[in-house]
Every structure is written in C-alpha cells, then in structure tokens.
C-alpha cells in the first residue's frame, strides 16, 4: 500500500518560515510529478505547489510565489516545501501529493495524511 507521510508543520509566528517534507513508501513515486494542497477551517482544499518528476520545472498557487520554495530528493523519495514570510492567512493542513490524474493542480492519486501549519499574527 502506498503511503505518504508528511512531517514538519507546526506553530511558528508571521515572517517566519517552516519547511516540510514528504516521504513516498515506494520508490516507483519518484517518477511521478508531486504537490502540495492545503485546507484552511471551512475552506476548500487549494494548489499551493508541485514538482516534475526530475524536479526541472515547478508550479505555484499566486499565493505563495515568490514565497514558497518545491523540490525534491528522488533518491530519498522525498519532497519538500520550504516556506517563508509566513502570514496568518496560510494558516491550514497541508497534504502531500503523488502521481497527479492529468494536470499537476487537480486530483492526484495518492494523499498524504496532512500536517498542521499555524501562522500566528
């Protein structure tokens, strides 16, 4: 059964920055392109981020351009997001992401648990 564990959420103060990482249990993930979603409390689930498969080209949510960092580690079936300038506003669960349907901001196949961001004002 594939699974993905996410870790490295947390509370962490406006400005600051948190990074999180994803951990596919098979191999065979690394040659799927990857993202990250997030759920804020009543809200719907959104794109925030995703990665091609050799980790050459990245997409990002408006959102978090210039803000949020994607990439990957294929050989530790591994991928990461790396977030600065934290606001209030980015407060939410993210979820990891792999092998996506059709294109990289819709369904994907596999989900990751979630982990909790807080971003405190």
């Known amino acids: 059964q594939v699974r993905l564990v996410e870790s490295g959420g947390g509370l962490v103060q406006a400005g600051g920055s948190l990074r999180l990482s994803c951990t596919a249990s098979?191999?065979?993930?690394?040659?799927?392109?990857m993202g990250w979603f997030r759920q804020a409390p009543g809200k719907e689930r959104e794109f925030v981020a995703a990665?091609?498969?050799?980790?050459?080209?990245?997409y990002y949510a408006d959102s978090v351009k210039g803000r949020f960092a994607i990439s990957r580690d294929n050989a530790k079936s591994t991928v990461y997001l790396q977030m600065n300038s934290l606001k209030p506003t980015d407060t939410a669960v993210y979820y990891c992401?792999?092998?996506?349907?059709?294109?990289?901001?819709?369904?994907?196949?596999?989900w990751g648990q979630g982990t909790q961001v807080t971003v405190s004002s």
């Open positions: 990665i091609s498969w050799k980790g050459d080209s990245t």
């Open positions: 992401s792999a092998r996506p349907r059709t294109v990289v901001v819709g369904e994907y196949d596999y």
């Open positions: 098979e191999r065979t993930l690394s040659y799927y392109p």
